[in-house]
């Protein structure tokens, strides 16, 4: 079996297609033909039970996490899409790192640490008169070792200001920082490139370099821009097996999954734009093409921004009188 890229093919208004909505983005996937049947049902960690037989199997499961980077990958992808549910106005959060002094090597330790500081953050949040937060934390292992923490805060309102040298003493055990993530209309792949992608510098010094070169904006200590080389999907090397990569606090939403037709899905798309797309042929051996993928993203805040730039008046230009209508 192989799978090609091949020009995009749009499916007919009345087929039926599978609508994920988080939050600000949309994607919509539509299948020539309906996926294979469900042969398998899962019992628990290690056991299935296959349905055509009835017997129980045991799941093979991957000796480390490197040698299962695809399962990485796909949790990354849970996680953008939990974070763009939840957060479609990015002045509601606050995006901080939390960091160790040592070389904190201990999983288990990095998240008993981290609901000793978010119940303490509760608490200086609430004496403060602040709203209440919920929170998406994600670990994120070094090159030299070592772990840090990436959390999302979400308010119900926009996120209070709290100073860093706060945050420090709340968390207790190292340096912290609090990015803003103005400006960022798809927060769910933005943050998650920092779980996946490694700079070169780290990479080559951890002997970590498997992946594609790329390059990325960043902020160096000062927040100003800068570019950086990386190396695409290095870090999910590093990530041990079994390991629960993120966590959430109960309030945290999940994507809402939608079957509909296209045209259906186009009445909630609206006039949110395009911002990619693709088509996949699945063939066999002989060539044969056995199913056509399209999958593609809209995102309703570049909508929004685009709307609010129409109607910002241009300099020198007169306003419109009652009867005139405008290019």
């Not at 899409?81 to 509601?92: A, G, H, K, Q, V």
């Not at 609430?126 to 937060?133: A, D, F, N, V």
């Not at 090159?143 to 926009?158: D, N, Q």
Request: aromatic share 8%.
């Amino acid at each position: 079996m192989q799978i090609q890229r091949i020009d995009n093919q749009r499916p007919a208004p009345k087929a039926p297609v599978t609508v994920k909505v988080c939050g600000n983005i949309i994607e919509v996937r539509h299948s020539a033909h309906a996926p294979p049947e469900i042969t398998i049902q899962k019992l628990n960690a290690d056991k299935y039970i296959d349905l055509r037989t009835g017997v129980v199997e045991l799941f093979q499961h991957a000796t480390s996490r490197a040698e299962d980077k695809a399962s990485v990958a796909q949790s990354l992808r849970n996680l953008r899409d939990i974070i763009n549910t939840n957060l479609t106005d990015p002045e509601s959060a606050l995006w901080i790192t939390l960091t160790y002094k040592s070389n904190m090597r201990d999983t288990q330790r990095l998240y008993e640490d981290f609901h000793a500081f978010i119940k303490r953050f509760r608490r200086y949040l609430k004496k403060e008169g602040h709203p209440p937060t919920e929170y998406i934390a994600a670990a994120e292992p070094q090159g030299r070792g070592a772990w840090h923490l990436h959390v999302l805060l979400l308010f119900p309102e926009k996120a209070p200001f709290i100073p860093n040298a706060h945050m420090a003493k709340l968390w207790g055990h190292g340096f912290t920082k609090t990015k803003s993530l103005k400006g960022v209309d798809n927060p769910g792949l933005y943050l998650t490139a920092y779980l996946g992608d490694m700079e070169l510098i780290e990479a080559v010094m951890s002997g970590t370099t498997q992946g594609r070169l790329g390059e990325v904006e960043a902020e160096d200590e000062q927040s100003r821009k800068e570019k950086k080389a990386v190396i695409k999907g290095a870090r999910l090397h590093l990530y041990p097996s079994g390991f629960n990569l993120y966590r959430c606090s109960r309030g945290v939403k999940r994507p809402q999954v939608l079957h509909m037709t296209e045209g259906e899905a186009q009445q909630i798309i609206g006039s949110a734009p395009l911002t990619y797309e693709k088509t996949i042929a699945v063939t066999d051996s002989e060539g044969q093409t056995l199913n056509v993928i399209n999958y593609r993203q809209y995102n309703r805040a570049r909508a929004e921004d685009q709307a609010k730039e129409a109607t910002v008046e241009q300099p020198g230009e007169p306003e419109a009188g009652p009867t005139d209508t405008g290019p």
